[in-house]
């Protein structure tokens, strides 16, 4: 994927082999957040350090997206090409809950709990024909 760029910049680690998500650490209370902010929302402190939130979590909850989204939504999909995916909310590991978008699209796919991972999806291409990538979670495990 040389030919291809993060939609929005500084939510997960790129160019990498295994992007992971980026977000920040309080260092007086230790309480995360995604995407990066500048002060706590637990203590209001200003002291943050960037944070490799990692690219693995557990699904916490989720539903699934059966209609094309209003703006901002934008892909190069119409109203009769979408395809319906899955919305959930990932636990990470530090117990951050990260909302996202699942590859898997029906409720016979998702199970609370089941672990997940991050990958890359091209969202749409810009004028340059540069894929523009964000990140969507899928099953851990293969499913058979
Ligand atoms: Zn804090």
């Known amino acids: 994927m040389s030919n291809a760029k993060p939609l929005h910049e500084g939510l997960f680690s790129w160019p990498a ?75 990470l590991a530090c117990g951050l809950k990260v909302e996202s978008r699942l590859r898997e699209n029906t409720p016979e796919q998702l199970t609370i709990g089941m672990p997940m991972k991050m990958e890359m999806i091209t969202v749409r291409k810009d004028e340059e024909g540069t894929d523009l990538l964000t990140f969507q979670f899928c099953a851990a495990e293969e499913q058979h």
């Not at 992007?19 to 200003?46: K, N, V, W, Y």
Request: aromatic share 10%.
């Open 17 to 91: 082999d295994t992007p992971s998500l980026i977000g920040t650490r309080c260092l007086d209370c230790g309480e995360h957040a995604f995407p990066s902010q500048s002060a706590c929302r637990a203590c209001s402190g200003q002291n943050m350090a960037p944070a490799d939130l990692g690219s693995e979590g557990t699904l916490w909850t989720w539903t699934i997206q059966s209609f094309m989204p209003k703006t901002p939504y934008r892909t190069d999909e119409t109203p009769e090409t979408f395809t319906p995916y899955g919305v959930g909310y990932i636990e």
